[in-house]
C-alpha cells in the first residue's frame, strides 16, 4: 500500500472513531458542566419559572446535583406512588391507576392558593427515552382532569458512575378563563419542581446533604 493510501486510510478511520465518540462526548461536557455550575451556585436546589425548548408554556423548573448513580435517581422518579410524600400539602395524591395503550397511568392531586383550589388529573408516564449517552427523559402527559393540561419532564444526565443531575419541569393550566390563573401558580409550581427534586435526592442518596461534585470526584 503507498503512502498516500495509508494515509488516507489512516484518517477514514479516525474520523469515524470521531464521530462515535462525539455524542457520549459532547453529553458528558453538558452534564458535567451542569454539575459544576450547580455545585458551584452555592445553593442546595436551583429553580425558575421558564418556557422550555419545543413548548409554548411557562413550566416551573428545579434541579439539582444527587450523589447517587443514575438507577438509583430513575428508581425514584418512577416510584410515582411516593409523590404525595414530597410535599404532602401540595401534593396531596399520586396514585397509580389503570390505563390503556401502554405507559403508567398516574392520578394526582395538587392543592394551589393555600388549599383554596384542588387540582385533579392523570398524567401518563412513558418509559424512559434517551437522548443521548447517559441522558434519559421521563416524561408524563395529560390524559383527563379539571385542568387544561398538565405535564412532568424529569431529565435525569450522568455525570459519573457516582453523581447524576436531576431536572424537573411541571406545567399544571388551571381550567379557568383569563391568564390571571396561570400567572399566580407560578410560584407554585417553582416550588412543586423544586420539592419533587428534593424528595428524589434525599431518597436516592439515603440523606438530604448537599454533596458538591468535582472533576477530580468520580
Given at each position: 500500500?503507498?503512502?498516500?493510501?495509508?494515509?488516507?486510510?489512516?484518517?477514514?478511520?479516525?474520523?469515524?472513531?470521531?464521530?462515535?465518540?462525539?455524542?457520549?462526548t459532547a453529553n458528558a461536557t453538558q452534564?458535567?458542566?451542569?454539575?459544576?455550575?450547580?455545585?458551584?451556585?452555592?445553593?442546595?436546589?436551583?429553580?425558575?419559572?421558564?418556557?422550555?425548548?419545543?413548548?409554548?408554556?411557562?413550566?416551573?423548573?428545579?434541579?439539582?446535583?444527587?450523589?447517587?448513580?443514575?438507577?438509583?435517581?430513575?428508581?425514584?422518579?418512577?416510584?410515582?406512588?411516593?409523590?404525595?410524600?414530597?410535599?404532602?400539602?401540595?401534593?396531596?395524591?399520586?396514585?397509580?391507576?389503570?390505563?390503556?395503550?401502554?405507559?403508567?397511568?398516574?392520578?394526582?392531586?395538587?392543592?394551589?392558593?393555600?388549599?383554596?383550589?384542588?387540582?385533579?388529573?392523570?398524567?401518563?408516564?412513558?418509559?424512559?427515552?434517551?437522548?443521548?449517552?447517559?441522558?434519559?427523559?421521563?416524561?408524563?402527559k395529560f390524559v383527563s382532569g379539571n385542568?387544561?393540561?398538565?405535564?412532568?419532564?424529569?431529565?435525569?444526565?450522568?455525570?459519573?458512575?457516582?453523581?447524576?443531575?436531576?431536572?424537573?419541569?411541571?406545567?399544571?393550566?388551571?381550567?379557568?378563563?383569563?391568564?390571571?390563573?396561570?400567572?399566580?401558580?407560578?410560584?407554585?409550581?417553582?416550588?412543586?419542581?423544586?420539592?419533587?427534586?428534593?424528595?428524589?435526592?434525599?431518597?436516592?442518596?439515603?440523606?438530604?446533604?448537599?454533596?458538591?461534585?468535582?472533576?477530580?470526584?468520580?
Amino acid at each position: 500500500m503507498s503512502i498516500a493510501r495509508t494515509v488516507r486510510a489512516f484518517l477514514t478511520v479516525s474520523t469515524l472513531a470521531l464521530c462515535a465518540l462525539a455524542p457520549a462526548t459532547a453529553n458528558a461536557t453538558q452534564a458535567e458542566a451542569d454539575a459544576v455550575r450547580i455545585s458551584t451556585s452555592g445553593q442546595h436546589t436551583l429553580k425558575w419559572t421558564w418556557t422550555p425548548p419545543g413548548k409554548t408554556d411557562r413550566y416551573g423548573h428545579a434541579e439539582a446535583i444527587i450523589n447517587a448513580p443514575i438507577a438509583d435517581v430513575r428508581k425514584q422518579v418512577q416510584n410515582f406512588g411516593q409523590y404525595k410524600d414530597f410535599a404532602p400539602k401540595r401534593f396531596t395524591l399520586s396514585k397509580v391507576v389503570p390505563g390503556t395503550g401502554g405507559g403508567t397511568n398516574v392520578k394526582m392531586e395538587f392543592s394551589v392558593l393555600r388549599g383554596l383550589l384542588k387540582l385533579n388529573f392523570i398524567e401518563k408516564f412513558a418509559a424512559p427515552r434517551a437522548s443521548g449517552a447517559g441522558l434519559e427523559v421521563i416524561e408524563g402527559k395529560f390524559v383527563s382532569g379539571n385542568v387544561k393540561d398538565a405535564n412532568v419532564i424529569w431529565t435525569l444526565e450522568q455525570v459519573d458512575d457516582a453523581f447524576t443531575v436531576l431536572k424537573c419541569d411541571v406545567l399544571i393550566k388551571p381550567d379557568l378563563p383569563g391568564d390571571y390563573a396561570q400567572a399566580a401558580i407560578d410560584e407554585e409550581l417553582r416550588d412543586a419542581s423544586q420539592q419533587a427534586v428534593d424528595g428524589v435526592h434525599i431518597r436516592a442518596q439515603g440523606h438530604g446533604r448537599f454533596v458538591q461534585w468535582s472533576p477530580n470526584k468520580g
